[in-house]
Nanobody, 124 residues
Framework: QVQLVESGGGLVQAGGSLRLSCAAS????????MAWFRQAPGKEREFVAA????????HYADSVKGRFTISRDNVKNTVYLQMNSLKPEDAAVYYC?????????????????WGQGTQVTVSS
């Protein structure tokens, strides 16, 4: 089993920055890929960014490319999402997810474990 806990959400003005953290615990040695998704009220959960647990390969949604950066600290078993130049349309609940034996995927159903989510609000 793997447990994921997100933190770092909050209120920020448009154009500002925020860094989200996702701390993993449990059987973390089984993690193969990590990803961030977000879900706004009344909308479907959408892919944001993903990275392999080891290696340098990353993948971003077109809507956040150039503004968001996914990174990790394997010693701390923590994945981060640095969000810069935030826009009102970025407001959502952000979730981290862990895949066990899958390549990087943009499909939520492919991931085995999810955090509880952290709220990001962007004011204009």
């Amino acid at each position: 089993q793997v447990q994921l806990v997100e933190s770092g959400g909050g209120l920020v003005q448009a154009g500002g920055s925020l860094r989200l953290s996702c701390a993993a615990s449990g059987h973390t040695v089984s993690i193969y890929t990590m990803a961030w998704f977000r879900q706004a009220p009344g909308k479907e959960r959408e892919f944001v960014a993903a990275s392999y647990w080891s290696g340098d390969s990353t993948h971003y949604a077109d809507s956040v490319k150039g503004r968001f950066t996914i990174s990790r600290d394997n010693v701390k078993n923590t994945v981060y999402l640095q969000m810069n130049s935030l826009k009102p349309e970025d407001a959502a609940v952000y979730y981290c997810a862990a895949g066990l034996m899958i390549p990087v995927s943009t499909t939520p159903a492919r991931y085995s474990y999810w955090g509880q989510g952290t709220q990001v609000t962007v004011s204009s």
